[in-house]
């Protein structure tokens, strides 16, 4: 396992974290509609690692929204730490990683008697719990698409330019070629990045730019912005 408890956070951070500890914030209910229902014993590895599954892209989304609504606030937005609690885009993505995942996330921790993170376990059940694991382990390392950014940067104005020649359009029909190429692109340049916890593919704003482009005129200006937010948070 990569992520070891007793390297990663120093004494004196683990201290300061004290302040920002979320033990005394209620977690928040994660809708977990459109993932199978996993019985009431926990599973001891996560059941959705893998991306040719079914439900993958499935529990990423969910994951993704349980992860905000009670993780974020110390773990960092997209699962980047600010250094105040453990980076979890560095656990590894296997057995040893999901034991240590659980054991947090089940049960909490406590530290000289200040709870550093409430116990999940109970409250959002292991669909939500393994959501939010599938969510994490695929997010990109660090510097994952730094030798694309030209290009996708080319490709996000291509892709307001569009946006703003069929806004209203009903027919888009003349692009599909060059949607079906932009895709398959970004699908390739998302294919090329590393996660942190060695998973074999990332989820990122570059695969969903490529899953927003439906064909639309909408979803150009939604391709775009995704890519924006992306090519913003490798700065």
Known sequence: MKLSLQLLVPPLVLAAAAAFAHG????QAVDTAGLPDLGEEWLEENPWRDPAGENWQTAIDVGASGYNQNCARCHG???VSGGLAPDLRYLSADWDGDEWYLERFRYGMTQNGTTKMPAFGDLLGQEAAWAIRTYVETRPDDGAFDDHQPRLAAIRDLLNARASEFQGADDTSSLSEEIEALKTELAG???TAETGSEA???ESAVSRAALA???SAASFAKAAELL???LSAAH
Request: net charge negative.
């Open 77 to 79: 937005l997209e699962v």
């Open 200 to 202: 074999p593919v990332a």
């Open 213 to 215: 482009l439906d064909g």
């Open 228 to 230: 924006t937010i992306g």
């Open 24 to 27: 005394d914030v209620a977690p």
């Open 189 to 191: 340049i998302n294919a």
